[in-house]
């Protein structure tokens, strides 16, 4: 009987990869999740792992570009093959007859392979990554797929699946920067836990596990691809509690998207523990504390350095009387938000004047590319973000294209996978202008640095009740300050002005971006 292997699905926007290296030779025999060879795509590198035991038969060659479902080699299953092999094995107690052999590897799980784990490609201008923290402890037992540790690199933070199923073993320790494929820990491949294997197994619970592998039981049974592993962690599902309705019984996308997260049954609550004695802080004392700076922190000095000593950056600022908007969102909130979904926020407004400021005053949305001047038709707003690991700035893709209601969702949507430190690297690069906030913190006015290598980015401040000459009169309006900060390389004074009071413009009087004009 032969196995057929084919590129597996690796992300939903990946259509074909590179055989990088083949790690086994033709007609080589192979065991149960052995890693035969390196998938390249344009985002990563992954291992293809074989998906039953045999003599391998090659059918692409190294460099080879295959589509998706493609075969990539033929997997010869011989019974025995495994025989012999097991055979030939030599056996560590010698009063164990050869026919007992299997069942005392059965008993214990391991299967003698080490499992080396890398550091992923995360992103083609990320180099290195600093290991923050290990989920799991060096020494335990982790299944494949299950989450063992926390990676930052200068961008974002990546969560780290286990490669196979196994014991642990730590290699690198928290706070270590790591190159790209550095390694970072070692798994001692295993078929069951230590617990399960220590136990002798009853005629009951042995029937399960011998149907579990009778029938038409593959690899793919019951492991869930790329997107529906993100799916299901950010559900808190376990691949298991989910019935596979994909190729052999691997679990899809769609029955990700549809499964419900088990009602856990009522424990007795646990018994109260003895009151620990609270830490009291000496009055005067003169301690201090010290924290490795995260990979992203640096980057974020380091740009920051950058964008003031190789820019001219200049700031203009004027001010905008809130009222109107205010007004509008008190009239239509609520009707907005039952019809959409989602609250009618100051960032829409703000997004959608920009955007209409920038196609007219186009120098604000370039950038400088060496000697030339690179200007975009579009409108990529990347909205700064503070994260718990640090400021990011996700992009709203084409905003000058989106509706009100879009760009609210597309803004809750990212602001949400900030906060958990979901972001992707796609979701953060690219954008052509930036809109800060410092207003939610309570800043009256500030100058924001530019976020390289865009040319310029709006600050906004909190709304203050000031009296303002209105047409004679003294009247008490609601007024921000707004800044934009520009790079005077490309933007001129009268530009980056004009720019400004145009946003001013359309914010004092919104029904002009219902009419364009």
């Given at each position: 009987m032969?196995?057929e292997?084919?590129?597996?699905?690796?992300?939903?926007?990946?259509?074909?990869?590179t055989?990088?290296?083949?790690?086994?030779?033709?007609?080589?025999?192979?065991?149960?999740?052995?890693?035969?060879?390196e998938?390249?795509?344009?985002?990563?590198?992954f291992?293809?792992p074989?998906?039953?035991?045999?003599?391998?038969?090659?059918?692409?060659?190294?460099?080879d570009?295959?589509e998706?479902?493609?075969?990539?080699?033929?997997?010869?299953e011989?019974?025995?093959?495994?025989?012999?092999?097991s055979?030939?094995?030599?056996?560590?107690m010698s009063?164990t007859?050869?026919?007992?052999?299997?069942a005392?590897?059965?008993a214990?799980?391991?299967?003698?392979?080490?499992?080396?784990m890398i550091?992923p490609?995360?992103?083609?201008?990320?180099?290195?990554?600093?290991?923050?923290?290990?989920?799991?402890k060096?020494?335990?037992f982790?299944?494949?797929d299950e989450?063992?540790?926390?990676?930052d690199?200068?961008?974002a933070?990546?969560?780290l699946?286990?490669?196979?199923?196994?014991?642990l073993?730590?290699?690198?320790?928290?706070?270590?920067?790591l190159?790209?494929?550095?390694?970072?820990?070692?798994i001692?491949?295993?078929?069951?836990?230590?617990?399960?294997?220590s136990?002798?197994?009853t005629?009951?619970?042995?029937a399960?596990?011998?149907?579990?592998?009778?029938?038409?039981?593959?690899?793919?049974s019951?492991?869930?691809?790329?997107?529906?592993?993100?799916?299901?962690?950010?559900?808190g599902?376990s691949?298991?509690?989910?019935?596979g309705?994909?190729?052999d019984?691997?679990?899809?996308?769609?029955?990700?998207?549809?499964?419900?997260?088990?009602v856990?049954?009522?424990?007795?609550?646990?018994?109260?523990k003895?009151?620990e004695?609270?830490?009291?802080?000496?009055?005067?004392?003169?301690?201090?504390?010290?924290?490795?700076?995260?990979?992203?922190?640096?980057?974020?000095?380091?740009?920051?350095?950058?964008?003031?000593?190789?820019?001219?950056?200049?700031?203009?600022?004027?001010?905008?009387?809130?009222?109107?908007?205010?007004?509008?969102?008190?009239?239509?909130?609520?009707?907005?938000?039952?019809?959409?979904g989602?609250?009618?926020?100051f960032m829409?407004?703000?997004?959608?004047a920009?955007?209409?400021?920038?196609?007219?005053?186009?120098s604000?949305?370039?950038?400088?590319?060496?000697?030339?001047?690179v200007?975009?038709?579009y409108c990529?707003?990347s909205i700064?973000?503070?994260?718990?690991?640090?400021?990011?700035?996700?992009?709203?893709r084409?905003?000058?294209?989106?509706?009100?209601?879009?760009?609210?969702?597309?803004i809750?949507r990212?602001a949400?996978?900030?906060r958990?430190?979901k972001?992707?690297i796609?979701?953060m690069?690219?954008?052509?202008?930036?809109?800060t906030?410092?207003g939610?913190f309570?800043?009256?006015?500030s100058?924001?640095?530019?976020n390289?290598p865009?040319?310029?980015?709006?600050?906004?401040?909190?709304?203050?009740?000031?009296p303002?000459?209105v047409?004679?009169?003294?009247k008490?309006?609601?007024?921000m300050y707004?800044?934009?900060?520009?790079?005077?390389?490309?933007?001129?004074?009268?530009?980056s002005?004009?720019?400004?009071v145009?946003?001013?413009?359309?914010?004092?009087?919104?029904?002009?971006?219902?009419?364009g004009?």
């Open positions: 032969s196995k292997i084919k590129v597996p699905a690796v992300g939903e926007s990946i259509t074909e990869v055989l990088g290296k083949w790690f086994k030779k033709d007609g080589d025999q192979v065991q149960m999740d052995e890693v035969l060879c998938l390249e795509s344009d985002k990563a590198t291992e293809l074989a998906e039953s035991a045999g003599t391998l038969r090659i059918k692409a060659q190294e460099g570009t295959l998706i479902g493609a075969l990539i080699c033929v997997i010869e011989s019974s025995t093959s495994v025989s012999e092999s055979s030939s094995t030599p056996v560590p009063t007859t050869p026919t007992s052999a299997p005392v590897s059965a214990s799980g391991k299967t003698g392979e080490v499992k080396t550091v490609t995360v992103g083609e201008s990320i180099t290195e990554v600093t290991l923050a923290n290990w989920l799991k060096d020494g335990d982790v299944k494949l989450i063992i540790a926390e990676v690199s200068d961008k933070t990546f969560e699946p286990a490669e196979a199923t196994g014991i073993r730590h290699v690198a320790k928290e706070g270590d920067t190159e790209i494929g550095g390694l970072i820990c070692k001692e491949v295993s078929d069951a836990s230590p617990a399960a294997s136990s002798v197994p005629p009951q619970a042995e399960p596990a011998a149907a579990a592998t009778s029938g038409n039981e593959t690899y793919a019951g492991h869930a691809s790329p997107a529906a592993s993100k799916i299901l962690a950010e559900k599902v691949p298991t509690a989910v019935s309705s994909g190729k019984g691997r679990i899809t996308k769609e029955d990700a998207m549809s499964a419900q997260k088990p856990a049954a009522l424990s007795p609550a646990p018994a109260a003895a009151a004695p609270a830490q009291v802080s000496v009055a005067g004392a003169r301690s201090e504390r010290r924290e490795k700076m995260s990979s992203l922190r640096k980057t974020v000095s380091r740009r920051l350095v950058a964008v003031k000593n190789e820019t001219a950056m200049l700031t203009t600022f004027n001010e905008v009387n809130m009222k109107p908007i205010m007004d509008m969102r008190s009239k239509f909130k609520d009707q907005f938000k039952e019809k959409h989602v609250g009618l926020g829409s407004f703000f997004t959608k920009v955007c209409v400021a920038l196609q007219e005053w186009p604000v949305n370039a950038k400088i590319d060496g000697n030339e001047i200007f975009n038709d990529d707003i700064a973000v503070s994260a718990p690991k640090g400021l990011v700035v996700p992009v709203v084409n905003a000058e294209a989106m509706s009100f209601d879009q760009i609210e969702k597309e809750v990212l949400g996978k900030a958990d430190n972001l992707s796609e979701e690069t690219g954008g052509t202008f930036t809109i906030n410092g939610v309570g800043s009256m006015m100058t924001p640095i530019i390289a865009q040319s310029a980015i709006l600050g906004m401040h909190n709304i203050v009740e000031r303002m000459a047409n004679g009169e003294v008490i309006l609601p007024m707004l800044a934009l900060s520009y790079d005077h390389r490309i933007i001129d004074g009268r530009e002005v004009s720019f400004l145009r946003v001013k413009q359309l914010l004092e009087d919104p029904t002009r971006l219902l009419f004009v």
